[in-house]
Structure formats: structure tokens, C-alpha cells
């Protein structure tokens, strides 16, 4: 089969921007009337002749966005374990150069963690550590896993790439989702903004998603972080990898992640900033290319932009985060979180933000049939 990574070397940057540039009125207008979008297409609908015409693609993106999810959106919310971290990218405050103090919860502390937010009505749960193998090690997070999957409906992890093997091994312990973020699709500008540390490993990362699909991971989601590349070139790219993964492996749930970078301590120049126009458009062309995706908004958005984007396409979203380990529980606890949160909500305040809308918010829609959660809940 064609790999990920030679289908992406067929759309070098001048080729894509060439067709970018070019799109017309009446390429945007076919690519909203097909039900079967090719990558052409989906560039159509990033393109600047389709930021003329957003209302268009928001009638189409709404359409769909009810034909495949009615009017369902799924809460989560994300448990930060261990921020200790080897790698050096340049735009996050978990960096290993920053000197801030770090903590590693123990996989007792993280337990304990973990049932704070189950007592707060959270369901699906998402597990983060930085990049540092030994001490964040797949057994570990597969001790925290076995420790806090009776509590909840859904386990998955935002963690560093993993081998299959490994992956299969957490899948075993309950794991059930796994997210993993490219960052930028370019791999210049990739081995610029990762100089050191595991994730200096483009090709291993880039493979990360399949590989999990592959282990037998029940959903798989990929994203870039918006604003360190030229518009045009992350969002199509990550369009095109979960086009790739849904062919691929037809029997995965495959999600997609838009975040869009936030300042962090330390002094990073964010030169590709991507406004709430094009930001909208990118939401937006997503869902016609891939109807069938789940698309995760996080608190990095503000609350009226997160509400704004659940009719055009958003399926998912966090409530009640903190972005720093520990603190909830226990004492030990990072005095900075990763990025700053823009949207403060808590789960009661989501739950009632998503029914204002006039959609219905979802804390549990799934449940593995081989464990005995003591997950109750629904709303
Ligand atoms: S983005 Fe992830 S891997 Fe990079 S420094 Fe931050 S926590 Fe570590």
C-alpha cells in the first residue's frame, strides 16, 4: 500500500499552493455538491476563493454535521501525569531547557487524581505526560490505566509515539483512544521546531497513528498545531492523513484535533497565526472532506468559539480542564500548565452551554464490552 508518507511527498509545498492559489468559484461549488471529496477538493474548500464564500460552506458543513451526528456532542476531559519531558520544542512550556519545577505523579496519586473527576461526573477520560520514556514508560501508563479503567467508559492517551507493540500492550490494559499530534506536516521546519530529545524522529511520529490502528486501537485521532506552518500546508496535510487512515483502516474511528497555538512561557514567534476567519473555514472544510470524523475542539478556544463551531462540525469537547499534573487530590502539583486555557467551563456549565445551543451533551456514548465499568452515568 501507498504509506502516508509518500502520498504526502505527491503534494509538495508548490504543487499545493499552486492549486491553493488557483481554485475558482466553480471548483468550491462542485466540491460542496459531491458526497465523496478527493484531496483536491478539500484544498478547494481552504482555499482563498472559498474564504469569499463561508456562509456556502457552513450550510454544507452544518448538513452534514446533523446527517452524521445529529445534534450529539461528547464530553471528556484530560488528566495531565507526568510533565516531566526530554524533548526541546520550541513552542512549549513544557520544554526541557525551562526550568520550571516538574512532577511525575505516582501511579497511585494519578489514580487518586483520576477519581476526583469521575466524583465530578467525567466519563471519557484523556491520559497526557510529556516525552520521557523511561520515567513515563508504556508500563507505567499502563499501571495508571488498570488502575483507573473501572471509573470510566472511555481511557485515552496524548502521549509521545509509541512502537506497535507498545501500543498493543496498552490497548490490552484498557486504553482505548490515542491522539497524536504532528505538529507541522513540513519536516524542515519540523526538525527546526524539534532540535532534540525522541521527537526529533519525524518518520516515527508520522507513523505513530497507523501504528495504533494496526495494535487494534478503537479510535485514532491526528492533528497540527495551527500557526507554525503557512495556512494551507498543516491543514491540508492533516486532512490528507486521516483521509488516509480512514481508507486504510476502514474499522478504526478516526478523529481529527485543531489546535491553534497559544503563548507560552518562554519567547516563541508564532509567524503563520491563523485567524477565527480561516480558522472557521478549516473546521469547516474538514467536515465536508470527512464527514464521518470526529473533530475535538479544546479549551485552547475560547467558550464562544467553541460554542460557535459545534453546529459546523465540532464533535467533541473537554470540560472542567487544568493543563498542569496533580493538584486536585494530591499536593504534589506543577505551578504552570502547559498552555493557558481560554474557556474555564466545568462539566454542569458545558452540559448546560451544549443544551442552550440545542444539542445534547454526551458524558458516556460507548463502553468496552470486556470491562465492568462501574460508569454509570449519561446525560
Ligand atoms: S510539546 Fe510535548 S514533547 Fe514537546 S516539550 Fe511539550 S510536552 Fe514535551
Known sequence: MTSFYDLLAQWP??????????????????????????????????????????????????????????????????????????????????????????????????????????????????????????????????????????????????????????????????????????????????????????????????????RAAAAGMRSVGVGALLGLAPFEQDTFATGLHAWWLERHYPGVDIGLSIPRICPHEGSFTVKHAVDDRHFVQYVMALRCFLPRCSITCSTRESAVMRDHLIPLGVTRVSAGVSTAVGGRATKEASPTGQFEITDHRSLPEMIAAIAALGYQAVIKDWEDPTASSQATACA
Open 13 to 210: 509545498a508548490e504543487k499545493r499552493k499552486a492549486v491553493w492559489e488557483n481554485t475558482d468559484f466553480s471548483q468550491v461549488q462542485r466540491a460542496l455538491s459531491k458526497d465523496n471529496l478527493t484531496p483536491q477538493d478539500f484544498l478547494a474548500l481552504l482555499s482563498p476563493c472559498a474564504s469569499e464564500h463561508l456562509e456556502l460552506i457552513a450550510q454544507r458543513a452544518h448538513e452534514l454535521t446533523l446527517r452524521f451526528f445529529g445534534h450529539a456532542v461528547n464530553l471528556f476531559t484530560p488528566l495531565y501525569i507526568s510533565d516531566v519531558c526530554t524533548n526541546q520544542c520550541r513552542y512549549c512550556g513544557f520544554n526541557a531547557r525551562n526550568t520550571q519545577k516538574r512532577t511525575h505523579l505516582s501511579p497511585e496519586a494519578a489514580a487518586a487524581e483520576a477519581r476526583l473527576l469521575h466524583d465530578q461526573g467525567h466519563r471519557h477520560l484523556l491520559l497526557l505526560t510529556g516525552d520521557a520514556p523511561k520515567l513515563s514508560s508504556p508500563a507505567y501508563i499502563a499501571d495508571v490505566v488498570q488502575r483507573i479503567k473501572p471509573l470510566f467508559a472511555s481511557v485515552g492517551i496524548e502521549v509521545y509515539a509509541l512502537t506497535e507493540d507498545e501500543y498493543a500492550m496498552l490497548v490490552a490494559s484498557g486504553v482505548d483512544s490515542m491522539t497524536m499530534f504532528q505538529e507541522t506536516y513540513d519536516p524542515e521546519l519540523y526538525a527546526w521546531l524539534h532540535p532534540a530529545g525522541p521527537k526529533h524522529n519525524y518518520r516515527f511520529r508520522l507513523d505513530a497513528p497507523q
